[in-house]
């Protein structure tokens, strides 16, 4: 079993509708949680970076930690068709070097 | 641009033949890594410095791969005896140390076809 788990998608959704992307983990160790965004060919652009548990919000995009269930998301309010892309979430611990990925979900906002 | 930068973009190479792929990490980041990303999969670590001193390997990180830092600025990865299976993309991210936490940035990426 991955430490980290994503659906793959791929997730298409009309131009302005809210979108949930969401991942799963089995180490409760973790405590940064991060969300990436990369569009094809191209490397991961940090979009979110939220410590232990709670909610972040920047711009249209919120991110949400439950560590009580080990369970992050990221929600994309007036979803454009720029935001179509893979969305990688990430996380890692005090000590541990490493960011551990999720495998990513495609989105496709459709115009 | 004051991002990471890694060249080559794309190399294409013959199997059995030896790749170098350069990294030049945001100027003030003392800390850098390398991952490796395949089709549908999020990126995988291979091995981290801080300053010039390697300070850990994945087990990703074979005999045949070769990583360095000299004078704490840029990086190489080499690949000798190149196999299919290294056909990848390989990302350099880097960081500075400070109370942050975990604030990675990646470059570009640098694709590898072995043929």
């Known amino acids: 079993q991955k430490e980290v788990e994503q659906d793959p998608g791929p997730l298409s959704v009309p131009e302005g509708a809210i979108v949930s992307l969401n991942c799963t983990y089995s180490?409760?160790?973790?405590?940064?949680f991060m969300w990436y965004r990369q569009y094809s060919r191209k490397g991961p652009e940090l979009l979110m970076y939220?410590?232990?548990?709670g909610n972040k919000e920047d711009g249209r995009f919120t991110a949400q930690v439950d560590k009580s269930s080990k369970y992050i998301s990221l929600f994309i309010r007036d979803s454009q068709p720029s935001d179509s892309a893979t969305y990688l979430c990430?996380?890692?611990?005090?000590?541990?070097?490493?960011?551990?990925f999720g495998s990513g979900t495609r989105l496709q906002v459709q115009p | 641009d004051t991002g990471v930068s890694q060249n080559p973009r794309h190399k294409i190479t013959k199997r059995g033949q030896n790749v170098t792929f350069r990294c030049d990490p945001i100027?003030?980041?003392?800390?850098l890594y390398w991952y490796r990303q395949t089709l549908g999969q999020g990126p995988e670590f291979l091995t981290y410095?801080?300053?010039?001193?390697?300070?850990?390997k994945s087990r990703l990180l074979s005999d045949r791969f070769s990583a360095e830092r000299p004078k704490g600025s840029f990086s190489t990865l080499e690949i000798q005896r190149t196999e299919q299976g290294d056909s990848a993309m390989y990302l350099c991210a880097s960081a500075s140390l400070g109370v942050s936490g975990n604030t990675i940035y990646f470059g570009e990426g640098s694709w590898l076809t072995v043929v």
């Open positions: 990430a996380m890692s611990y005090t000590g541990r070097r490493a960011l551990t």
């Open positions: 100027s003030e980041h003392n800390r």
């Open positions: 939220t410590y232990s548990s």
């Open positions: 410095f801080q300053n010039e001193a390697q300070l850990e």
């Open positions: 180490n409760s160790a973790f405590q940064y």
